[in-house]
């Protein structure tokens, strides 16, 4: 490969190296990884962008320094992984680009930087009223601060605005209306909307109630149980026999669909991925979960 072939892919590796390391721990840089380290990167790839390069892959082209760059599917595949959408964007994305057309991206800066002061200023003239909220457990009477509720807020004639709670399990919106309307929801709380008046005494608390069968899937999954097969059984019950699970990909339009039993099997191995398994959204009937949709982040 050429010196600007072996650049770009360079930068490749360690931007894999990056963003594996968001959410796992690593203790070198990526060409010292071995066994484990290894193991866990072909996970997250397979997990983010549902594909797979071997341990022999790895030693050839991220441990040792390869003469060729690899197949341009794998090239595409990491690219996909860091965010890209293939090698050619990655490429485009971090090449040297000419002169004028960094001296166009520099002046669109500034005019983007000029300009939000400005739309600042106008917003918050017209924005007469300010929405503050915090969210507690319907049952638990505490804030919820463990995960981000999502707020969708709804706005007549315009699209929904989507805000996350703080660490405190609040949100705040400025507006030149009178009343707000918005949607709260999370993997383990009951979906519901809410409409307040800026004159109500009772803007600032919202109780949001707990998804029971939410949450009972969340601690099969990531609790400390040392009876296994107790743990089925109540599992086992918790699903509908006909159920219809669905795993999703990040980044990745695929779709996956798992019975029961592979369902199950899936809560009570434990591995690392175990613990990333966040339900998305399930349908209850007769007491048993019918339909569930979840990912592994």
């Known amino acids: 490969m050429n010196s600007e072939e072996k650049h770009l892919f360079n930068l490749l590796k360690e931007t894999v190296e990056s963003v594996f390391s968001q959410n796992n721990s690593v203790s070198s840089p990526i060409k010292d990884w071995r066994g484990e380290e290894i193991v866990a990167f072909q996970e997250d790839l397979f997990n983010k962008v549902k594909g797979k390069v071997s341990e022999k892959w790895f030693y050839t082209y991220i441990k040792n320094t390869p003469e060729k760059l690899p197949r341009i599917d794998v090239l595409n595949l990491l690219s996909n992984y860091v965010g890209s959408i293939n090698w050619n964007t990655f490429k485009a994305n971090n090449g040297v680009t000419n002169t004028s057309a960094k001296k166009k991206k520099g002046i669109s800066k500034l005019l983007i930087l000029a300009l939000v002061p400005l739309l600042a200023i106008i ?135 798992y019975s029961k039993d592979e369902f199950i099997r899936i809560l009570t191995i434990p591995t690392k991925s175990l613990k990333r398994i966040e339900i998305l959204d399930k349908t209850i009937s007769n007491g048993k979960i019918v339909t569930l949709k979840f990912i592994v982040k």
């Open 123 to 257: 917003y918050n003239f017209t924005a007469k009223n300010t929405f503050e909220f915090c969210f507690i457990d319907a049952i638990k009477n505490e804030n919820i601060t463990s995960i981000p509720l999502d707020i969708i807020v709804l706005q007549d004639n315009e699209s929904p605005i989507h805000y996350k709670t703080d660490s405190l399990g609040c949100f705040s919106f400025k507006t030149k209306n009178d009343v707000i309307k918005f949607v709260v929801q999370s993997p383990y709380h009951k979906t519901d909307t809410i409409v307040r008046n800026i004159n109500s005494n009772n803007n600032q608390i919202v109780k949001v109630k707990p998804d029971d069968y939410a949450l009972m899937l969340h601690y099969y999954a990531n609790g400390n149980i040392s009876d296994w097969k107790e743990h089925i059984e109540k599992l086992n019950s918790l699903i509908d026999k006909d159920v219809k699970i669905y795993r999703l990909f990040k980044n990745n339009m695929d779709i996956e669909l």
